[in-house]
């Protein structure tokens, strides 16, 4: 008989691109080949934070946070969130430079974000403050932070709230290394069987193509996750389109030096403790 675990907690962000990404396989259209399917909806530092315990057999990690657990965590070949010429968005509330910032206050939605790294990469000297992601914008428009750096929906909506971009931190990275900026991707935990690692890899690559060949129906599901794009279904689309792509299907050569410059640049400035080889289960 065998020993492998037949629970198996899925854990995302109740955002729509991941409720998309993961639609088949949480919503029962997947045959799970025996595996029960518990999911799990958290924050992302939530889950960054909670894969330090190995909490989630497979997780959403940012790709910064990896860095800091890949003792315990492989990243999957598929899921991968890449920012290809976009990315987090620094706002505040009236034009800034680069420089201005220097010093200045900025929010981020989590110590071990991608965001947090993308904004230390483009400008060390900001004194960055943890804020819950969906408090940034109102804390920037309050005047209680200089500026924030906004994920999830907020990329496409600041401007709804009076906010200007000081930058678009994938923009800027596109410019820097000719690559996508590496944002969020799935771990699976190295302690697992290898032919359960093997089989949820499989099932998460189904789910992929389930939902980028079932665009509607599956849109139809995460939209419930769009938050402030509920009732506007062309930018709900546009933002699951940034976020789950061919690149989400399979990271490739080109993501995976994505990956790679993005750490190694991260240990360069100091942010990361030592020097990590981004490692993908095949």
Known sequence: MSDEPTVIHIAHSPDSDDAFMF????????????????????????????????????????????????????????GASFGDGYGPVVVAQEPLSREELAGMTVAIPGELTSAHLALRLWQPEVQAIVVPFDQIMDRVAA????????????????????????????????GETGGPLPLGGNGIRRDLDPALRRRLGRLLRQSIDYALDHRQEAM?????????????????????????????????????RAVQEFLDRGFEVGMLPERVEAEFDE
């Open 23 to 78: 639609y088949a396989l949480t919503q029962g259209l997947l045959d799970t080949e025996g595996l029960e399917i518990r999911h799990v909806l958290s924050d992302i530092e939530s889950l960054n934070r909670a894969a330090f315990e190995g909490t989630y057999e497979l997780t959403a990690l940012s790709i910064h946070a990896y860095a800091h657990l890949a003792d315990k965590y492989v990243l999957m070949s598929s």
């Open 143 to 174: 005047g209680e932070v200089t500026a924030g750096a906004v994920i999830h929906e907020g990329q496409l909506t600041f401007a709804d709230e009076g906010l200007h971009a000081v930058e678009d931190l994938g923009v800027w990275w596109k």
């Open 220 to 256: 139809g599901f995460a939209t419930r996750y769009a938050r402030g794009l509920e009732d506007d279904p062309v930018r709900s689309d546009r933002f699951v389109g940034m976020y789950v792509n061919e690149w989400t299907r399979d990271y490739g050569a080109a993501g995976r």
